[in-house]
Nanobody
Framework: QVQLVESGGGLVQTGGSLRLSCAAS????????VAWFRRAPGIDREFVVG????????YYADPVKGRFTISRDNAKNMVYLQMNSLKPEDTAVYYC????????????????WGQGTQVTVSS
């Protein structure tokens, strides 16, 4: 049974930082692309960043380029999202998602999802 568990969300002031973690189990993690999505109130789910199974390809959505960094640790089956220079518009529930091998920005192409972790950025 595949399980993804996010952690690390919270309340932070504008300009602050947070580091989200996602622990994966029940699959051969090294064979999976990893991604973070987010959903803000009243807004459709949005792709944030993804990294392919080799780690050689990473794609960031424009709103987070230069501020967010995704990383993966295959030895620990972990995905991380370092978020710096946070803005109020980054407020959302953040989800990690996995799919075999290659990344895509389309959420419906990811069969595996975590439960989400809330990030709130105050102005």
């Amino acid at each position: 049974q595949v399980q993804l568990v996010e952690s690390g969300g919270g309340l932070v002031q504008t300009g602050g930082s947070l580091r989200l973690s996602c622990a994966a189990s029940g699959l051969i993690f090294k064979n999976y692309a990893v991604a973070w999505f987010r959903r803000a109130p009243g807004i459709d789910r949005e792709f944030v960043v993804g990294k392919d199974w080799t780690g050689s390809t990473t794609y960031y959505a424009d709103p987070v380029k230069g501020r967010f960094t995704i990383s993966r640790d295959n030895a620990k089956n972990m995905v991380y999202l370092q978020m710096n220079s946070l803005k109020p518009e980054d407020t959302a529930v953040y989800y990690c998602a996995l799919r075999p091998f290659r990344i895509t920005t389309m959420g419906d192409q990811y069969p595996n999802w975590g439960q989400g972790t809330q990030v709130t950025v105050s102005s």
